[in-house]
């Protein structure tokens, strides 16, 4: 999949930008606040509907607008032209349109058009709680499997609803159609989890050994209640302890990821480059089993390319996400005598922005 051209208005700092893009290499570069990072979330939420960044819809919209457009015109790897646009609006809400005709339900969009987006504050999957990990595979899965965004979304309702009325009341009736709902869309969602950590697994270590030179063995492993047993037994197991606490105790929603390196956990044991190395690795294998799986070259945006990484693991991974498994790509970074030279210096071809204030030109 490739980005042709986008339009924003008002989205962000960018008051209104018309991009033309290459097929291969492009690179936005400007100091720091100049809506660099703001183009790249435009474009993932083109792609997933919404920001790649703990942001509500209104605050994505211009300080003093009423509203934003995100428009961008595709083509795919097979050379079918899409449109898609996206508009918000503080008095109308959101809508998703793809070649004019509105989505009925965002849910039915994602993974339609692959992304897949590196940035710094990916170190959140490594230092935050088990949630930030959970929402991240929720996202990888969104992408890869068709169903199972509709199926998350349907176990948070009815989890609410389990945790509402543990807060009123007790009856065994209605626990009983709580849990039959919960089990049988947990046990799907542990399902999907599972089977794709387990592809990720030997794709991470393969992307580590090859950025880092081979130097330490890391791992991803997944941690769930229903490895042991299935939500149903969990749930009517902890009953009890459900009804005295007024929330629901067992299920999906408390499921984690764990990374490691050299056997130890990398939140505790691995450097900031170790770190950064293995969250590359993550993303990469993140990139080549949605590719695969929609059959059709993810974009992918790299944002600020040089943080907490040295220029020889930059280069390596150029010269990597430059070949034919890989399709387009969007860098940012400040300096952009660094990031000419590293492109220059891998033999890669590239198209560059400047960005100021919001304002981008070639």
Do not use: W
């Amino acid at each position: 999949m490739r980005l042709k051209k986008l339009l924003l208005i008002n989205f962000k700092n960018i008051l209104q930008s018309e991009i033309a893009l290459t097929d291969g290499i492009n690179c936005f570069v400007g100091d720091n606040g100049a809506g660099k990072t703001n183009i790249l979330d435009a474009i993932y939420y083109l792609s997933m509907s919404k920001s790649a960044f703990t942001m509500t819809d209104g605050q994505s919209v211009s300080h003093g607008e009423e509203f934003f457009v995100a428009e961008g015109s595709y083509l795919s790897d097979e050379g079918r032209a899409e449109l898609l646009n996206c508009s918000f609006s503080r008095k109308g809400g959101k809508v998703l349109k793809r070649n004019g005709k509105e989505y009925e339900r965002l849910a039915d969009h994602v993974g339609n058009f692959p992304v897949v987006i590196v940035s710094p504050r990916d170190s959140d999957l490594i230092t935050d709680a088990a949630e930030e990990r959970r929402k991240y595979i929720n996202g990888v899965l969104s992408q890869v499997e068709a169903g199972y965004l509709t199926a998350m979304i349907r176990y948070n309702t009815v989890l609410a609803e389990r945790n509402r009325y543990l807060k009123m009341g007790s009856a065994e009736d209605m626990l009983l159609i709580y849990d039959q709902q919960l089990s049988e869309l947990g046990d799907k969602i542990y399902k999907a989890r599972k089977a794709i950590i387990e592809k990720m697994q030997p794709l991470v270590a393969q992307y580590y050994a090859f950025l880092s030179g081979d130097r330490e063995q890391v791992d991803i492993a997944y941690r769930s209640e229903l490895a042991d047993q299935p939500l149903s037994e969990l749930l009517l197991r902890s009953r009890q302890r459900d009804v005295v606490n007024q929330f629901t105790t067992s299920g999906v929603h408390r499921d984690d990821i764990l990374f490691s390196i050299a056997g130890y956990p990398l939140r505790k044991f691995g450097s900031q480059g170790q770190q950064k190395s293995f969250l590359l690795a993550l993303k990469l294998a993140q990139y080549k089993l949605i590719s695969e799986s929609r059959g059709e070259r993810a974009i992918l945006l790299l944002d600020d390319l040089f943080d907490k990484l040295d220029t020889g693991r930059v280069e390596k991974l150029l010269t990597l996400v430059s070949g034919e498994e890989f399709g387009q790509i969007i860098i940012t970074d400040c300096n952009r005598m660094r990031l000419e030279n590293t492109l220059q210096s891998a033999g890669k071809e590239y198209k560059l922005f400047t960005v100021a204030a919001g304002d981008v030109k070639l």
